[in-house]
């Protein structure tokens, strides 16, 4: 399995000659790209992705046959429709057992393969050229003001204070809310300890019961918690909202200074941020799951608030985001169980 997992990385290298750790697009820069890939290994690789590809496709077309076969048998009345989908099942397996097989007694040599691109690497690396360019890069250096969109992923627990509605207070379980998106963010200068922030991320909130309640909107539209007779393995009400936060980020980092210029970098070290933030609920989920009950329900009306705002505190030490978020809005429109409303604390990247 391992020998698969290596060879898919040497023909996505040989695809792609990207930066081993970022992707990046330089529309204005004319520079070569240097060849990272040894022609023989080239060779090789795309030698052997052809010979896959020509294993797959003939498999695929002696599988199809078979199929039709069994779609000729079905269409005649000669067998049932469930022994033609178990007849299918198995064809699929053994032409797929077939091509695996047939893939492995290509024998691909891949030690001869990583021992050429090793030879290759060290013959074709210009220790001096690259000290050269490090040196250059070095003199040529600047820092520029944080300008830049980044990603934002966050994962936190969520807590409702007790209110007058008792049944909810007893079977709440444990909430969690994940969100995901883009922040931009802007240093107002190459040596303010102020970053501005902004940008927009999904928000799901999962909150879930316990002891077999789950939520139920009757036929009368009431919206309650009922308990089913028997055990319940899932019971939690998601809500998906899409949220845009505005706010600053303040770093302790101290001043620096590198080819006479002073900079600060916010980034790393110990920083407080602190943003508001706003937005509307797209979408509803009711998963129920246990005993007789088995149902995802995306349509009804939970009386969940459209919309959702409040402000947030991060916390931030060596990389790592320790976020406290209030929520000012009521989890629930019109009470309908009572005006509680969302706490939630947990850890983000992107703040």
């Not at 002696?62 to 007849?87: P, R």
């Not at 944080?146 to 007790?162: R, S």
Request: glycine share 8%; hydrophobic share 35%; with cysteine.
């Amino acid at each position: 399995m391992m020998k698969k997992y290596i060879v898919l990385g040497m023909l996505c290298l040989v695809g792609y000659h990207a930066n081993a750790q970022k992707f990046s697009w330089d529309f204005n820069s004319n520079e070569e790209v240097e060849e990272q890939v040894s022609p023989f290994v080239k060779e090789k690789v795309e030698e052997y992705a052809v010979q896959i590809r020509q294993i797959v496709i003939d498999g695929k077309l002696a599988m199809q046959e078979e199929v039709s076969a069994v779609d000729e048998q079905l269409f005649k009345g000669t067998i049932t429709k469930t022994e033609a989908e178990n007849q299918k099942a198995a064809i699929s397996l053994r032409f797929a057992e077939t091509i695996n097989t047939n893939i492995e007694n290509l024998n691909f040599d891949l030690d001869e393969i990583t021992k050429n691109q090793v030879q290759y690497a060290i013959l074709n690396t210009d220790i001096e050229a690259l000290k050269e360019e490090q040196i250059k890069k070095s003199s040529d250096w600047k820092y520029k003001a944080q300008n830049e969109v980044t990603g934002y992923l966050a994962y936190g627990m969520i807590d409702f204070p007790k209110g007058d509605n008792e049944k909810l207070n007893d079977h709440l379980g444990y909430s969690s809310g994940i969100d995901l998106g883009l922040l931009y963010h802007k240093q107002f200068s190459e040596t303010s300890p102020l970053v501005f922030q902004t940008g927009a991320y999904f928000s799901w909130r999962t909150v879930r019961f316990d002891d077999n309640y789950y939520i139920n909107r009757n036929d009368d539209g009431v919206v309650d918690l009922v308990q089913h007779s028997q055990n319940l393995d899932k019971s939690k009400l998601r809500s998906t909202y899409i949220m845009v936060p505005v706010g600053l980020k303040y770093s302790f980092n101290g001043l620096k200074t590198k080819n006479e210029q002073s900079y600060r970098n916010p980034d790393g070290g110990f920083a407080i941020g602190a943003n508001v933030y706003g937005g509307f609920r797209i979408s509803t989920n009711n998963i129920v799951d246990g005993g007789e009950l088995d149902f995802r329900d995306k349509k009804s009306n939970y009386e969940l608030n459209n919309f959702a705002y409040g402000a947030q505190l991060t916390l931030s030490v060596m990389g790592w985001n320790f976020y406290v978020r209030q929520e000012l809005s009521s989890f629930f429109k019109d009470d309908v169980f009572d005006d509680r409303k969302m706490l939630q604390f947990g850890l983000n990247i992107g703040f």
